[in-house]
T-cell receptor, first 114, second 115 residues
Framework: AQSVSQHNHHVILSEAASLELGCNYS??????LFWYVQYPGQHLQLLLK??????LVKGIKGFEAEFIKSKFSFNLRKPSVQWSDTAEYFC????????????FGGGTRVLVKP | DTGVSQDPRHKITKRGQNVTFRCDPI?????LYWYRQTLGQGPEFLTY????????KSRLLSDRFSAERPKGSFSTLEIQRTEQGDSAMYLC?????????????FGEGSRLTVL
């Protein structure tokens, strides 16, 4: 069975600081990887996704993530955060063996102080 | 708004009562999913449909839970004899069959509080 772990439950940082959120998954086969974001009071939204090709993927709002297959990791980064990036971030994985469903990590709450 | 819609957004009920949630997916999406999210956790898969067929159910989905999608459009999730442990956010998501990659489009959820 596939599983996803996110290393940090809470992150607090100031505007303009750099952000990196860790995500590791456990599944040895081909996977599709996602980062979703949930802003306060809003629904889950796709931030970026990796299916194949260039392991460095760029998403919306200046976010990017790097797929490192040897480390089973898909870490999310943003060079300079804004107050509006305050949200909860979820890493998720999908694989053919798991059928057509996403498995989510536990999430990381990010608070950006103005 | 042409996104996934869920109703009701909030439900407070007493232990032992039955509750039903409705989800209307994006109209051209033939896959529909139910997830449950508790405080401090990520969404957990409950079940999914392709058109009207329920193709997979999680072990989390006890026999008090039943989901239907009778005409392949909207879906309902019913919880019978609710327990306090059922308190959670119930999320619905949809995707088109052609997008066979796991990318899901989520609704805003239905929050259940069982007293």
């Amino acid at each position: 069975a596939q599983s996803v772990s996110q290393h940090n439950h809470h992150v607090i940082l100031s505007e303009a600081a750099s952000l990196e959120l860790g995500c590791n998954y456990s599944y040895g086969g081909t996977v599709n990887l996602f980062w979703y974001v949930q802003y306060p009071g809003q629904h889950l939204q796709l931030l970026l996704k990796y299916f194949s090709g260039d392991p460095l993927v760029k998403g919306i709002k200046g976010f990017e993530a790097e797929f490192i297959k040897s480390k089973f990791s898909f870490n999310l980064r943003k060079p300079s955060v804004q107050w509006s990036d305050t949200a909860e971030y979820f890493c998720a994985v999908n694989s053919a063996a798991a059928g057509n469903k996403l498995t989510f990590g536990g999430g990381t709450r990010v608070l950006v102080k103005p | 708004d042409t996104g996934v819609s869920q109703d009701p957004r909030h439900k407070i009920t007493k232990r032992g009562q039955n509750v039903t949630f409705r989800c209307d997916p994006i109209s051209e999406h033939n896959r529909l999913y139910w997830y449950r999210q508790t405080l401090g956790q990520g969404p957990e898969f409950l079940t999914y449909f392709q058109n009207e067929a329920q193709l997979e159910k999680s072990r989390l989905l006890s026999d008090r839970f039943s989901a239907e999608r009778p005409k392949g459009s909207f879906s309902t999730l019913e919880i019978q004899r609710t327990e306090q442990g059922d308190s959670a956010m119930y999320l619905c998501a949809s995707s088109p069959y052609s997008l066979n990659t796991g990318e899901l489009f989520f609704g805003e959820g239905s929050r259940l509080t069982v007293l």
